[in-house]
């Protein structure tokens, strides 16, 4: 298995605080990426990262930020959590962009009351 | 952006069967396309991926073909076990550079 941690692996918070999930990877891949999954929806993007400090928005960024300082971290942030941010959030690595193999992390539970 | 769509999304069958899950897309500059399978509480793992240039995939009991013309691609599964259970994701390379999955194909081989 690709040498990718997420942390923490379940998260249960109140509506309006802030939350941080963070991806952790040993493989020195310069791509980075955070999906949710939702049932019925399949993985959507929210932001992806293609190198230090170097990040862009995906298909579902709202409600969320990312920073990435170093090449093995990406930290993804909400910054006031809202209800239909309860989900479960996948981290991705990649060497390429797109066409080459995307690995993905085992996932952190959050859960918004 | 690319769409892409995916059934059926629950597939039964039984132990030894063939096990087939279809997949449109949308974007006709799409030219990757990976098969994901996700064991419950872990995360996706790649199975099986076909590029552009290729009609047809093997690997083992798994194999995936691609019609660009049509803009669908499949994945089969022969001889399949209870340990295929689980849930299959396509997805599609668009012109974004950016993949975009299917909602996922519930599958469940009983004994």
Redesign the interface.
Known sequence: DAG?TQSPRHKVTETGTPVTLRCHQTENHRYMYWYRQDP??????IH?SYGVKDTDK??VSDGYSVSRSKTEDFLLTLESATSSQTSVY?CAISES???A???????TRLTVT | GENVEQHPSTLSVQEGDSAVIKCTYSDSASNYFPWYKQELGKGPQLIIDIRSNVGEKKDQRIAVTLNKTAKHFSLHITETQPEDSAVYFCAGRGSNYKLTFGKGTLLTVNP
């Open positions: 990718i019925g929806h399949g993985l959507r993007l992806y995906g298909e996948f962009d797109g066409a193999e995307q690995y993905f992390g085992p996932g």
